[in-house]
Structure formats: structure tokens, C-alpha cells
């Protein structure tokens, strides 16, 4: 049974940094995508970025291009998601999730199999 939990969210002021970690368990994931996600109160939830588990290919999303960094760590089966220079527009739940099929660059929800319960991310102003 796949299982992804997050950690690493938490309250910070604008400009500040915060790491989201998700570990992932229950298979073997070389021939997986790695995805985070967001959802602001009332708004869809949205692709912020991922990251081919065999190859570390990555893909993001514009509003945080040059601010957040997905890496992973494939012998700890875990992905992360550097974000510096937060603003208050990037609050949200952050979630990740998984997909077979290793291509970053689908971003569309629907097509992830596999999510975790989300970590809250706040940032003031």
C-alpha cells in the first residue's frame, strides 16, 4: 500500500524559507513522478511543481520558478520542496502525490494516483 507523508510546513513571515519533505513508501518508485500541490481556502488545488524519481527531471509552475526547488533522495525514498522567498500568496495546503509514468511535466490532478494528507503553509506579511 503506497503511503506519502508530509512534514515541514508551518508559519513563516514573507520573505522567509520553509522545506517540505514527503515520504514516500509501500513500492518501488524508479518509474514514478513525484508531484507537489497546492490548495488555497476556496481555490482548486493546483500544480506547483515534480520531479521524475529515475531521472530528477523537473517541471514548475511560473509562479514560483527561481523560488522553490523539488529535489529527491531516492535512498530514502523521499522528495522535497524548497521554498525561498515566500509571499503571502503562497499559502496554502501543499500536498504531494504520485503518479506512475515518469514524466514531470503532467500536471494535471486527476492523473496523480497517490496523495498525502497535506502540511499547511502560512505566510504572513
Known amino acids: 500500500q503506497v503511503q506519502l507523508v508530509e512534514s515541514g510546513g508551518g508559519l513563516v513571515q514573507a520573505g522567509g524559507s520553509l522545506r517540505l519533505s514527503c515520504a514516500a513508501s509501500?513500492?518501488?518508485?524508479?518509474?514514478?513522478?513525484m508531484g507537489w500541490f497546492r490548495q488555497a481556502p476556496g481555490k482548486e488545488r493546483v500544480f506547483v511543481a515534480a520531479?521524475?524519481?529515475?531521472?530528477?527531471?523537473?517541471s514548475y509552475t511560473d509562479s514560483v520558478k527561481g523560488r522553490f526547488t523539488i529535489s529527491r533522495d531516492n535512498a530514502k525514498n523521499t522528495v522535497y520542496l524548497q521554498m525561498n522567498s515566500l509571499k503571502p500568496e503562497d499559502t496554502a495546503v501543499y500536498y504531494c502525490?504520485?503518479?506512475?509514468?515518469?514524466?514531470?511535466?503532467?500536471?494535471?490532478?486527476?492523473?496523480?494516483?497517490?496523495w498525502g494528507q497535506g502540511t499547511q503553509v502560512t505566510v504572513s506579511s
Open positions: 509501500g513500492r518501488t518508485f524508479s518509474s514514478y513522478a
Open positions: 502525490a504520485t503518479k506512475s509514468g515518469g514524466s514531470p511535466y503532467i500536471r494535471n490532478p486527476q492523473l496523480y494516483t497517490y
Open positions: 520531479i521524475s524519481w529515475s531521472d530528477g527531471r523537473t
